[in-house]
């Protein structure tokens, strides 16, 4: 496939901006304004962005959120750049350092007097928890200042082409797309101070975040903080599961839903659950093959409604099977997989290749936490909920005092959780940092309800127990 920016889709429209060129490794790149570095050389056919430290094995991209540092390259001298979450710029010069890059000899700031400024709260993250806590909290009152490392926010949702199911008040039957943009222009419309593309590395316990936008570092003095840092995905163990073509399905959303550009020709989609459903469809969609979809389990994990879609469109899901290798020499060339009785064993003589030259792995999340426990914050291991997540109160309070955790960084759930959480946590922070008042009771009442709403019947049962067991007294978080 020569061209692999995407320039005709049934749902999107990739409104590209200025073209221009870049340097990597002393050939030209083409790329288009907002592009990131990571899309624009995945498009002209590089697959190969870094290497191992110990093996020097070659590493792909694969969660494409800056997440998971498989796309770190030197750009104009800087090593160490993600260059997922880094848009491409004109006449700028990237090249691949390897698994050990040299000390830069560059101005990297130290000594400079670094701006410091005072607010009342910081929103981290802007996906669907971190834009309705900016929105409760200007609601009521707040100044609100939101960080995102996204050109745009919106998070994850503004890779969902795909309605929404839920209650009608929870924008059920809307486009998870239409949602972001809506919830980011109501943010915008309340005055909510947004921060694009820039990284939050940490927190000082004087109540201080750290920031860097394009190199610069900046230090906000915060009243609070909501900490909606989201989630990330997790790996399979297989050989040959470092190779470039093995991609997250979250990256290989974000590649071609955001991006506008198709990770390959013909993918294996390894899990059956709601994401690796959708994202099956999705490559449908934008014109890629699926070869077929396998699930361990021995049921589909997703809704039937999406399964019977890619069903429909003629790709097979293979229940009880498990992947146990990806062919090639050094990047994705095929698969190979087989059946799994119900002890997990191999099903002997079921073994086979599958053609393929990307390996998609939707085998589910784990909350992004690593904010959170350099703050401190109290943390349990909850299985229910995806792996650890810190200890809260009811209102979303962590046990390090003016922190505030809401959406997948507090447990693995649905969008509309997410924010419902971001509604109870932000009006909680406004409480807490201002006088008592009825508006504010009311929106905490209003989010608690739709949460119960939410988690109750058997579907509900994992997240509310999960929820039970790290919600804490009060007391406890001090
Ligand atoms: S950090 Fe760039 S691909 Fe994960």
Redesign the pocket.
Known sequence: MSEKRIFDHPVLKFDRGQEFYFEFEGKKIKAYEGETI?SALYADGLTKFTESKILERPRG????????????MSVNGRPHV????TQAEENMKVERHGARPKFPGIDVGRGKEIKEKEIEIAIIGGGPAGLMAAITAAKLGSEVHLFDEGSNPGGQLIKQTHQFFGSHEEDAGTRGIVIGENLAEEAQKLGVNIHPKTKVLGYYFDRKVAVERKGRFEIYDVGGIVYAGGAIENYLAFENNDFPGVYGAG?VQTLMNEEGIVPGEKVLMVGSGNVGLIVSYQLLQAGVDVAEVIEALPTIGGYQVHASKIRRAGVPIQTSHTIVKAVGEDEVEGAVVHQVDEDWKKVEGTERKIDCDIICLAVGLRPDTSFLRQADCEMEYVAELGGFVPLRTEDMRTTTKGIYVAGDSAGIEEATVAALEGKLAGAALHEELNEEDEETKRLKREAKKGLEQMRKGPYGKVPRLGVKTCTVDEEVCG
């Open positions: 990571a991209f694969f969660c494409a959120i800056g997440k998971c540092s498989s796309c770190i993600r260059t997922c979450v990256g």
